[in-house]
């Protein structure tokens, strides 16, 4: 049996809240899984102990905290008794199945009681090691690094530390809608804001039955892997095709694409009400396509009343590329599925419309008219994660 310390970084700014925000971080690490529900929890000044856990669920434990915004670091620990005689403990368990190219002790003495200061401590310990395993020591560039925590009425050890999201945990900085397209970019800047403590419903627009194979299964395939980490995802599938139609019939082929994501916005700003949401998250980077100049962005945003935040706003596509592979989204978003935008583009998109050029084709044909066949249609799914 062991047990799981989970450490969070940003949290810990945050003064006279500070409480909420872990109590948050734990109930979505209760959420996470079936083993982490079933697991004991110590929330500890500065840290969650987790366990104690069999082996086969510290491991599953340890492969779901990775996915969890506010987890900033986190290591499977040995508990030991708080007395000198441990610290040969520490040594034997710190001797691994891989001999590392060098290793190094960190300590830590919060216990002042404890006879042995922080420095005699890695001194002591990295002596014993060296003479069980004969490892070169690295103070500065270590592959491993032994970690010895003196606490309260324990010692803690643990080797290095595995990285998790950081940030804050999902669901403590309120709520936005993300307009996912089905490309690459718009699930990753949904997983920026979550990042942010952002819980992020999404909202796809489609021309298809509501049915169609093509949008559902991508589109919940998606939502599936932002389920990872937030602990439902909460998708609306809502008909374009009519509105589209409209707009192809008033607006220029130029300007037809800022007219489409305007439209997105207004049917959107309903659900956005309807969940208490604070504005929207949208995965926009300036000058990657047509749609994205500055001039269009502004032309594009004040279609609602509500902020409109695009977190990839400078990145380039090889960046947005590379965050989606490392969170599981870049091939599911690959896969072959043409969205309602893209099959009536221009040849030749307009990248300087204006706010007052895009209103007034729109009054020749306000596509309110079709709001309430729109809500009508909608489907609504919640996404878990490993169902």
Excluded at 165 to 186: A, H, K
Excluded at 353 to 366: F, K, N, Q, V, W
């Amino acid at each position: 049996m062991s047990l799981i310390v989970v450490h969070y970084d940003e949290i810990a700014l945050k003064g006279g809240r500070r409480r909420l925000f872990v109590r948050q971080l734990v109930r979505n690490i209760r959420r996470a899984s079936a083993v982490l529900a079933e697991s004991p929890v110590c929330v500890l000044h500065d840290r969650i102990l987790l366990g104690p856990l069999s082996g086969d669920a510290r491991d599953a434990a340890l492969k779901r905290l990775g996915d969890l915004p506010g987890v900033s670091w986190y290591a499977p620990i040995r508990q030991l008794p708080l007395h000198v005689e441990s610290l040969a403990t520490v040594a034997e368990s710190a001797v691994g199945a891989e001999p590392p190219a060098s290793f190094r002790v960190r300590a830590r003495r919060s216990n002042k009681d404890f006879p042995l200061k922080s420095n005699e401590i890695e001194r002591e310990v990295g002596r014993m090691i060296q003479e069980r395993t004969g490892w070169p020591v690295d103070l500065e560039g270590a592959e491993l690094t032994v970690h010895v925590n003196v606490v309260e009425d324990a010692i803690l050890t643990y080797r290095d530390k595995i990285r998790g999201p950081g940030g804050l945990p999902v669901g403590s900085t309120g709520t936005l809608v993300g307009l996912v397209s089905g490309g690459i970019d718009s699930p990753v800047a949904a997983y920026k804001m979550m990042c942010r403590g952002c819980r992020v419903v999404l909202v796809h627009f489609h021309n298809f039955s509501p049915d169609a194979v093509g949008v559902r299964r991508k589109l919940i395939e998606l939502a599936r892997d932002l389920a990872r980490f937030q602990p439902v995802s909460r998708l609306y599938l809502v008909p374009f095709a009519k509105v589209q139609a409209d707009l192809v019939a008033a607006v220029p082929p130029r300007m037809r694409m800022v007219a489409y994501r305007r439209a997105m916005l207004r049917l959107a700003t309903p659900i956005l009400e309807a969940e208490r949401a604070q504005g929207f998250v949208v995965g926009d980077s300036v000058g990657q396509v047509a749609s994205q100049t500055p001039e269009n962005l502004r032309a594009t945003y004040p279609a609602t009343p509500f902020p409109v935040f695009a977190p990839l706003i400078g990145e380039n596509k090889q960046s947005i590329m590379k965050l989606a592979r490392e969170i599981g989204t870049y091939e599911t978003s690959i896969q072959p599925y043409d969205d309602c935008c893209q099959l009536l583009l221009s040849k030749s998109p307009e990248t300087r419309c204006t706010l007052e050029e895009i209103t007034a084709c729109e009054e020749r044909l306000p596509i309110e008219r079709h709001y309430d066949d729109v809500r009508a249609e909608t489907e609504v799914q919640d996404v878990v994660y490993g169902e």
